[in-house]
């Protein structure tokens, strides 16, 4: 079983959707979670950090949910300019590096 | 520099020749880190370097690889004897330490092995 697990998609929303992405993690120690985005042919940038309370940051919305071991992303009102790949990273407790998911591709159409 | 630096941006080289990746990170970044990433993959973790302590070698697929970071700043990825499967981008990242704080990415070197 992979360390960071997401739907790899594709996913094609129209211009206004909401649209959801969930990432699930095997190792329960975790303690830090992130949400980079990586535009085509382009280094990944962060997004936004996921805290266990949940965190909002615009349009955007992150949680966290420890006992079932995934997070989440949540996208309102979807822009063209959010056509990226949106890559779940996980920092185990015991380990010093960011391990990354495969990323999950979103287009959105107009 | 303003964020984290890599030389070259492409690079095409024979099967069997060896390579250099450089990385600059951000000043006072005491974490660096070496990516790669295959097309259409993840990032797969290589080398992790914090400060003046060992380095976590943990993810380097194998003898071929190896990198060093001079004076806490500058990295070099090495390939030796590359293969075709060496083929990707390799991505480097700083932070300010720890794995505490945003990981900064630099473009990639693109390596193409042919």
């Known amino acids: 079983r992979k360390e960071v697990e997401q739907d790899p998609g594709p996913f094609n929303v129209p211009e206004g959707a909401t649209v959801a992405f969930n990432c699930t993690y095997s190792?329960?120690?975790?303690?830090?979670f992130f949400w980079y985005r990586q535009d085509c042919r382009k280094e990944p940038k962060l997004l936004m950090s996921?805290?266990?309370s949940g965190n909002e940051d615009g349009r955007f919305t992150a949680q966290l949910n420890r006992a079932s071991q995934y997070i989440s992303l949540l996208i309102r009102d979807s822009k063209l300019s959010d056509s990226a790949t949106y890559l779940c990273?996980?920092?185990?407790?015991?380990?010093?590096?960011?391990?990354f998911g495969s990323g999950t591709q979103l287009t959105v159409l107009p | 520099g303003a964020g984290v630096s890599q030389s070259p941006s492409n690079k095409v080289t024979e099967k069997g020749k060896d390579v250099e990746l450089r990385c600059d990170p951000i000043?006072?970044?005491?974490?660096l880190y070496w990516y790669r990433q295959s097309l259409g993959q993840g990032l797969e973790f290589l080398i992790y370097?914090?400060?003046?302590?060992?380095?976590?070698k943990s993810g380097l697929p194998s003898d071929r690889f190896s990198a060093e970071r001079t004076g806490g700043s500058v990295s070099t990825l090495t390939i030796q004897r590359t293969q075709q499967e060496d083929s990707a981008v390799y991505l480097c990242?700083?932070?300010?330490?720890?794995?505490?704080?945003?990981?900064?990415f630099g473009q990639g070197t693109r390596l193409t092995v042919v």
């Open positions: 990242a700083s932070s300010l330490g720890l794995g505490q704080g945003e990981a900064f």
């Open positions: 190792n329960s120690a975790s303690q830090s």
């Open positions: 996921v805290y266990s």
């Open positions: 990273v996980v920092k185990p407790g015991s380990a010093r590096q960011l391990t």
């Open positions: 000043s006072g970044h005491t974490a």
């Open positions: 370097f914090q400060g003046n302590s060992a380095p976590d």
